[in-house]
């Protein structure tokens, strides 16, 4: 029956299912879900049998859900039930992950969230931190799968796997390099590779989606109202989410934390990875990524700029050239007051949104910067809101 949460946000489920205790799986896993519950996953490592009254009681959890019901590390013979039923395709069932090592592999990217690993010629893994769950993970797996679908410039996963207590996710990347490795070992280059990437990235952000992919805007708008009585008052909230809503609407692809760190060269192609977090809008929701990684870098202590993954190894003057050369190639202009009015959006939509990114992945970001990211956002809202001027 049920278990508990685990350090991966997981549900267990195990033992014997069947008429005699259904009902108490039905009262426990909705307790463990809570109310207006989106995805959810289910480990079922530990399930020895599953009847037709256990499986009524998932189809009732799938029924109340808008997201999606995931029951993961099933065993052969649990995976037949499921199968014969058509709960596979109710469903999405896994079968137990197989576990991987990356002892002696060589780290050819690391970000936020995980480091990247070669394997081989043919393929890489990346590997994820512990706090981040097993579901954004299959989210990032299935939304790479779509995205490719639409043309954008992404490696396809083909395989979810266990390194030690942490999950990965194996691509298949021919002779790929981290860009920002790239950049580091050949600066000489560094003006004319990060021109490219901002052509590619807004390329990216003008391909034409369908609902497969959620809407930022209206998704930031919604989960902003998690933040009260957390981090910000019920008027503060209002005001982030007025920044928010005063973003244009578009349907067209956003990666959702485009960076320098996750997009992969490959035989001078750029290939977006990391997509746990795309969808569809306006390309600001993408921009802010690169505004906290490079912008923000140049007013950081030398310290803390060695310790961010996107930052080290580069100078306050290189950051600076990076940012300028990103934002004028993206925005395909030299107009100082221009650029100085969409790098004021930026940073609100910045702070707005990112406050978000670190609920979500807890010890992200300290307390502290929270704090001044929601007051600057406040500020902004409190001088009067601009139309977005790009």
Request: hydrophobic share 40%; proline share 2%.
């Amino acid at each position: 029956m049920y278990g508990k949460k685990t350090t991966n946000d997981l549900i267990e489920i195990f033992g014997k299912i069947d008429s005699n205790n259904a009902a108490e799986l039905e009262k426990q896993l909705l307790s463990a879900v809570g109310e207006n519950y989106g995805d959810i996953t289910l480990d079922a490592e530990g399930l020895e049998y599953i009847s037709s009254a256990g499986l009524r009681v998932l189809l009732k959890l799938k029924k109340g859900t808008k997201g999606t019901v995931s029951v993961i590390n099933v065993s052969p013979e649990i995976y037949d039930i499921f199968a014969v039923t058509g709960f596979d395709n109710i469903l999405d069932v896994k079968k137990a992950l197989r576990s991987v090592s990356v002892d002696g592999l060589e780290i050819i990217g690391k970000g936020a969230t995980g480091s990247v690993y070669r394997i081989d010629a043919d393929t890489i893994i990346k590997v994820f931190n512990k706090n981040v769950s097993l579901t954004m993970i299959n989210n990032e797996s299935r939304k790479a799968k779509n995205a490719f679908v639409f043309g954008v410039p992404t490696a396809i996963s083909y395989d979810t796997v266990c390194v030690g207590e942490c999950y990965g996710v194996i691509y298949e990347m021919l002779n790929a390099e981290d860009l920002l490795n790239v950049i580091r070992k050949d600066k000489a280059h560094l003006v004319e590779y990060v021109k490219n990437f901002a052509v590619k990235m807004r390329q990216m952000n003008e391909i034409e989606v369908d609902d497969k992919f959620d809407d930022a805007k209206s998704a930031t708008i919604q989960f902003l109202g998690h933040l009260e009585g957390i981090l910000c008052t019920a008027e503060e909230v209002e005001k982030l989410r007025a920044i928010i809503a005063n973003v244009p609407d578009r349907s067209t692809f956003i990666h959702g934390d485009a960076h320098l760190g996750n997009v992969m060269l490959q035989n001078g192609e750029y290939m977006f990875i990391d997509l746990s977090s795309s969808g569809k809008g306006h390309p600001i929701f993408d921009m802010v990524s690169m505004y906290w990684g490079f912008k923000m870098g140049q007013y950081m202590s030398e310290e803390s700029k060695e310790a961010r993954e996107l930052t080290r190894g580069f100078t306050f003057d290189e950051l600076a050239v990076i940012w300028d050369t990103y934002l004028k190639n993206y925005l395909g202009t030299e107009d100082t007051e221009f650029l100085k009015k969409a790098e004021e959006q930026l940073r609100a939509v910045a702070c707005s949104r990112t406050v978000l990114a670190a609920v979500a992945v807890p010890g992200l970001v300290t307390r502290e910067q929270l704090e001044r990211m929601r007051d600057t956002a406040v500020a902004y809202y409190d001088n009067g809101i601009e139309p977005i001027c790009f």
